[in-house]
């Protein structure tokens, strides 16, 4: 066993985890080959402490179980540059120090490569990926750069990229007159009224995420569809939603009512600006995109 597995293992915490104990742990089929340079291993120092045992969590982090709670983890060890670029992981010294199963090991790594944060290749073993290989619109990687190192950049592009996307899909969902879809918005944004009524801030999130998203589905381009779940995403990590939903007022509650209408009418021009007055009612958006003039 090398020094660094058996610090790590000296680290850990003792309470029993039901899981398999590093003694029990198997030779993995993608570990670095023998030959490879282990120069640049990763400490484990800033891992999460409570994460000593993951199993020691509660069960089911994020709905996804042991591999979810691992994924979190080391994603946001990655992003936080906790583990630069081109750094070894070595599986079997990753479920030592997290005193984790093979076979969660793995899967987890697995997630990650498919986010594009990690690669595996033959002799080479699997290593941490840069950012350029990042994919960014994933909502886990946006989640773990909006509230790690990178905080103000990541709030700061997802308000540009919102104030791109939220003012189209607006223009688009007004030629689609679907009433199903009016009266959901309209419930949202009465949900919203009460929940600021009653100081109810996750009720009034979860209304004005909803709100958000549907409209994005709504819009009838089915690439824009797929950023909902952008849009989704910074809703949750900034602070409350870009939109001054943070800090609810009567204003957003009002932009959010003339979307509903100008849905209603059918105006699409009417829609896009109620929009745009929206996205710039919180300060920090004001910084990146002007306000509407005034005509």
């Given at each position: 066993m090398s020094t660094l597995a058996h610090t790590m293992m000296t680290a850990a915490r003792s309470a029993d985890s039901?899981?398999?104990g590093p003694g029990g742990?198997?030779?993995?089929?993608?570990a670095e080959h023998p030959g490879v340079d282990r120069v640049g291993i990763p400490s484990w120092d800033g891992a999460d402490p409570e994460l000593g045992r993951v199993g020691r969590r509660t069960a089911g982090s994020r709905g996804r179980g042991l591999h979810g709670q691992l994924v979190?983890?080391?994603?946001?060890?990655?992003?936080?540059?906790?583990?630069?670029?081109?750094?070894?992981?070595?599986?079997?010294?990753i479920g030592q120090r997290f005193e984790v199963s093979r076979t969660v090991v793995r899967e987890s790594l697995r997630v990650l490569e498919a986010k594009g944060l990690v690669s595996a290749r033959p002799n080479v073993g699997t290593r941490v990926r840069p950012v350029s290989d990042w994919n960014l619109l994933d909502p886990d990687i946006i989640e773990w750069r909006a509230f790690g190192p990178q905080r103000d950049d990541q709030r700061r592009e997802l308000s540009e990229l919102r104030w791109t996307i939220e003012p189209l899909a607006a223009r688009l969902a007004a030629g689609h007159g679907r009433d199903d879809v009016q009266q959901r918005l309209g419930d949202m944004v009465e949900l919203m009224g009460h929940a600021m009524a009653q100081g109810d801030a996750l009720t009034f999130s979860r209304a004005d995420a909803e709100f958000h998203s549907l409209l994005i589905q709504v819009a009838g381009n089915r690439m824009l569809e797929h950023l909902s779940g952008i849009v989704s995403a910074a809703l949750q990590v900034s602070g409350g939603p870009a939109t001054g939903c943070d800090r609810p007022g009567e204003s957003t509650l009002v932009h959010h009512a003339r979307i509903v209408d100008a849905l209603a009418a059918g105006d699409g021009g009417a829609a896009e600006t109620a929009m745009r007055q929206l996205l710039t009612v919180h300060p920090e958006v004001e910084r990146v995109v002007p306000a509407p003039r005034e005509h």
């Amino acid at each position: 066993m090398s020094t660094l597995a058996h610090t790590m293992m000296t680290a850990a915490r003792s309470a029993d985890s039901g899981l398999a104990g590093p003694g029990g742990l198997d030779r993995y089929p993608y570990a670095e080959h023998p030959g490879v340079d282990r120069v640049g291993i990763p400490s484990w120092d800033g891992a999460d402490p409570e994460l000593g045992r993951v199993g020691r969590r509660t069960a089911g982090s994020r709905g996804r179980g042991l591999h979810g709670q691992l994924v979190q983890q080391l994603g946001q060890m990655i992003v936080s540059g906790d583990l630069g670029a081109d750094r070894p992981l070595v599986p079997e010294e990753i479920g030592q120090r997290f005193e984790v199963s093979r076979t969660v090991v793995r899967e987890s790594l697995r997630v990650l490569e498919a986010k594009g944060l990690v690669s595996a290749r033959p002799n080479v073993g699997t290593r941490v990926r840069p950012v350029s290989d990042w994919n960014l619109l994933d909502p886990d990687i946006i989640e773990w750069r909006a509230f790690g190192p990178q905080r103000d950049d990541q709030r700061r592009e997802l308000s540009e990229l919102r104030w791109t996307i939220e003012p189209l899909a607006a223009r688009l969902a007004a030629g689609h007159g679907r009433d199903d879809v009016q009266q959901r918005l309209g419930d949202m944004v009465e949900l919203m009224g009460h929940a600021m009524a009653q100081g109810d801030a996750l009720t009034f999130s979860r209304a004005d995420a909803e709100f958000h998203s549907l409209l994005i589905q709504v819009a009838g381009n089915r690439m824009l569809e797929h950023l909902s779940g952008i849009v989704s995403a910074a809703l949750q990590v900034s602070g409350g939603p870009a939109t001054g939903c943070d800090r609810p007022g009567e204003s957003t509650l009002v932009h959010h009512a003339r979307i509903v209408d100008a849905l209603a009418a059918g105006d699409g021009g009417a829609a896009e600006t109620a929009m745009r007055q929206l996205l710039t009612v919180h300060p920090e958006v004001e910084r990146v995109v002007p306000a509407p003039r005034e005509h």
